[in-house]
């Protein structure tokens, strides 16, 4: 299994600002993933973050909007650009290692946008 | 494409009775199922997996399900609920393809009363 943090751990914007959450696993993983759960709802998936490579992004979201970086095997940023109250939400980092079907969670972010 | 459906978006049941949470799938290829629990201000953790091994899977905290292809459901039961169970359970779907991209279902919330 892998242990996942995430920074910060809550945080409260004001619109038109950009917050990056960063998030680090404790050991090499296969692949990251970026999700939303707005508030009593189920997860979204936002990204896959790949090393090396552009995130592949899910439908209804873009990367102007949600750019993401993976600069190595244990960590990925996600920015929430230009924001609005619309993205107040958690924002939740999960990961798997090589050959993994179930995935690892951090412990989220919740975003507050005034 | 894959889904998932959780029947019921709150379950309350008595401290020492069944336990009992509805999961329903669609998958065209065999499917990967889990369950996960998130507890308040938390990321999800894994209960359990299936995998296409035993149809009857074992988890953590006295946790169990059993994958009915012919049903096509995989339902979480526990014998006995503890007042630690309170949390909110989701029922995910993914498959090998596309790096194992995992489809949530909705989420039951579950209620335990002394």
């Known amino acids: 299994s892998a242990v996942i943090s995430q920074k910060p751990s809550r945080d409260i914007c004001q619109r038109g600002t950009s917050l990056t959450i960063q998030c680090q696993v404790d050991s090499q993983v296969t692949m990251m993933f970026w999700y939303r759960q707005q508030p009593g709802q189920s997860l979204t998936l936002i990204a896959t973050a790949n090393q090396g490579s552009e995130a592949t992004y899910e439908s209804g979201f873009v990367i102007d909007k949600f750019p993401i970086s993976r600069p190595n095997l244990t960590f990925s940023t996600l920015t929430v650009s230009n924001m609005s109250p619309e993205d107040s939400s958690i924002y939740l980092c999960?990961?798997?290692?090589?050959?993994?079907?179930?995935?690892?969670f951090g412990p989220g972010t919740r975003l507050t946008v005034t | 494409a894959q889904s998932v459906t959780q029947l019921g978006s709150h379950v309350s049941v008595s401290e020492g009775a069944l336990v009992l949470l509805r999961c329903n799938y669609s998958?065209?290829?065999?499917?990967?199922l889990f369950w996960y629990v998130q507890y308040p201000n938390q990321g999800l953790q894994l209960l359990l997996k299936y995998t296409s091994a035993a149809t009857l899977v074992k988890g953590i905290n006295g946790f169990e399900a059993e994958f009915k292809k012919s049903e096509t459901s995989f339902h979480l039961t526990k014998p006995s609920a503890h007042m630690s169970d309170a949390a909110e359970y989701f029922c995910?779907?993914?498959?090998?393809?596309?790096?194992?991209?995992?489809?949530f279902g909705a989420g039951t919330r579950l209620f335990v009363k002394a």
């Open positions: 999960s990961a798997s290692g090589q050959g993994e079907s179930e995935q690892y």
């Open positions: 998958s065209s290829v065999p499917p990967y």
């Open positions: 995910a779907v993914s498959d090998n393809t596309g790096g194992f991209k995992t489809i």
